[in-house]
Structures are given as C-alpha cells and as structure tokens.
C-alpha cells in the first residue's frame, strides 16, 4: 500500500481463551483456515486517468477470527483509505481501480464479495457485522443528536421490533463497556471531552456486537492515559 511511504502489516491472533497465538492456529471446521476478512490485490485510486493518484497498490491481507490485525505506516500512506473501501465508504474521487474484498458471514459457508454487493445488502452488514470507528469523532457523531439518541439510532435500525426498554438497557451496557458515566448519555457531542467521544463512536461500532471492528486510529491527539483506556 503505497503513496506517501511503504506499510507494513503487522499480524497477531489474540483470544482471552488461547492469549497470543500464530496465526496457524486459527482454526475452523475440518481444520481449515477460519477466516473473516480477505483482501486481494486492493487498488484505490484518487482521480482517473493519467492523473490519478494511486492510494492503496495491489494490497493484499487476510485476517482470521479471533486475529488482532495491525496496518503500520506514515501519514498519507494510505491506511484510511484501505478501512474505507473495506466498508465501501470511499467518496468521489476516490475510487476502487481492482481487486477483490471478501467477507465470509458465520452463517454461510462461501465468502461474499464485498465490492460488487448492492448498496440495501451491503445496510444490512454494516454495523451488525461489520463496523469503523472513525479516526475523527467531531465530525463523525451527530451534533444535534444526543449520545443515547445516536447509540438508539444503530439499534433501532437493525432491530425495529426492540422495545424502548431493552434499547435503552443496551445503551446503558454499551456505556458503561467504554467508561462513560450513565448520567453522560444526554449530552450532545460537544459537551463531551475528545476522549468520551471517541469511547462514544467505540460504544455506537459495538452495538451490534459486530464480527469485524475496524478502528481507524482511535486515539490520535488524544493522551497516553485516555490512549490506554480505549485501547483497553
């Protein structure tokens, strides 16, 4: 993955069960690889033609259930841009020129393919199986929604037949999971510090208890105390 410096991939599988393990490891019926997330030969362009600024360059990663996946690199190297085409998020300019992005659900026993599903199939993943966190929580969370509306909003979306009482008891779990006080869940946006809005976009990216969590650098600008928190 290339523009501004070369990254690197760096690859752990971690579990509370099994620790920190190869990848080899990682198992599933029959023996076989039990994978979540395979990218191949990724391109991502920003412009078109001769013009174009080559993003991401015939990216390649796999990642397994139960890994802790790692995509080191400077500033402008491209990182954002490979968690955005993964959840088809990318806007004009930008673009996908090649490659193949497959999810492989629990439940089926095929991968889909991510790039060439239809916007209403590809709803229907996001967030319940499928979830970022965004590297910009300003901007990501809405300023006119308060945080227990937001938090609703993802649940209320993919399960409509959820009461009010069992939405609100989810909103109180979720919070709580990321550290923020209970009594917080009115505020709006900007009455919160920058670490409780990004435990905020951690807490709404978790709602759904989703199998594959994106995290486009979390803790930037934040400091080492906040950083450890939501690491944690």
């Not at 020129?97 to 991968?111: C, E, K, L, N, T």
């Not at 909003?153 to 037949?161: E, F, N, Q, T, Y």
């Amino acid at each position: 993955m290339t523009t501004g410096g070369r990254v690197s991939a760096d690859v752990v599988a971690e579990s509370p069960e099994r620790g920190v393990a190869d990848r080899s490891q990682i198992q599933g019926p029959h023996g076989k690889p039990d994978l979540l997330l395979e990218i191949e030969n990724l391109s991502v362009e920003y412009g078109r033609g001769p013009e174009a600024v080559v993003a991401v360059d015939e990216f390649d990663l796999t990642v397994g259930r139960g890994e802790v996946v790692g995509v080191v690199g400077e500033s402008g190297s491209g990182k954002s841009t490979l968690a955005y085409a993964v959840m088809r998020l990318l806007r004009e300019p930008g673009h996908v020129r090649s490659g193949r992005i497959v999810y492989h659900q629990r439940s089926a026993d095929v991968g889909v393919e991510l790039l060439s599903m239809e916007t209403r199939q590809l709803r229907v993943l996001r967030w319940a199986e499928l979830a970022i966190v965004f590297q910009s929580a300003m901007n990501a969370l809405n300023p006119v929604l308060t945080l227990q509306a937001q938090v609703e909003d993802v649940l209320r979306a993919h399960s409509p037949s959820a009461n009010r009482s069992s939405r609100e008891r989810r909103v109180a779990e979720l919070l709580g999971l990321v550290g923020i006080p209970i009594s917080r869940s009115r505020a709006y946006p900007h009455e919160l510090s920058g670490g409780m809005r990004q435990r905020a976009l951690i807490a709404i990216a978790l709602a759904l208890s989703p199998d594959l969590l994106i995290m486009d650098e979390p803790t930037t600008a934040l400091d080492v105390v906040t950083q450890r928190q939501i690491l944690e």
